[in-house]
């Protein structure tokens, strides 16, 4: 469990804040291979400050580190307040480095809270 100011997080995640003090802190390609049977689904879920732009770029970030030429499919939520949104991806992955390179990507998008 992590307490991030009034976010309380029980599952395991990648936590980037304003310095990107946990940039580079990525699942294991060894481990990757060990749990899956490539190809598969695998999820991404990106936690961050709602807002059109951020939505656009994280699709955009999806798109590059999958390496489509079509923005991926994906499902958002609202918080209630309307301040964060979460972006659900399940994209067929053929290999680890596909997971590691969306994941690059994404680390490097701003208002990114918390990546899964």
Same mark, same amino acid.
Request: aromatic residues 10%; glycine residues 6%; hydrophobic residues 40%.
């Given at each position: 469990?992590?307490?991030?100011?009034?976010?309380?997080?029980?599952?395991?995640?990648?936590?980037?804040?304003?310095?990107?003090?946990?940039?580079?802190?990525? =699942? /294991?390609?060894?481990?990757?291979?060990?749990?899956?049977?490539?190809?598969?689904?695998? +999820? !991404?879920?990106?936690?961050? *400050?709602?807002?059109?732009?951020?939505?656009?770029?994280?699709?955009?970030?999806?798109?590059?580190?999958?390496?489509?030429?079509?923005? =991926? /499919?994906?499902?958002?939520?609202?918080?209630?307040?309307?301040?964060?949104?979460?972006? +659900? !991806?399940?994209?067929?992955? *053929?290999?680890?480095?596909?997971?590691?390179?969306?994941?690059?990507?994404?680390?490097?998008?701003?208002?990114?809270?918390?990546?899964?």
């Amino acid at each position: 469990m992590v307490n991030v100011g009034r976010l309380r997080i029980e599952q395991t995640g990648i936590f980037l804040n304003e310095s990107n003090l946990l940039n580079g802190h990525l =699942p /294991p390609k060894e481990l990757l291979l060990e749990t899956h049977d490539f190809p598969c689904p695998y +999820t !991404f879920k990106v936690i961050g *400050e709602s807002g059109d732009e951020f939505v656009q770029n994280i699709v955009a970030a999806v798109r590059f580190g999958m390496k489509y030429d079509f923005d =991926p /499919p994906f499902q958002t939520k609202q918080t209630a307040a309307g301040r964060y949104v979460s972006l +659900t !991806f399940e994209p067929v992955v *053929e290999n680890p480095d596909q997971i590691l390179a969306v994941y690059a990507e994404l680390q490097q998008q701003q208002g990114v809270i918390l990546l899964l």
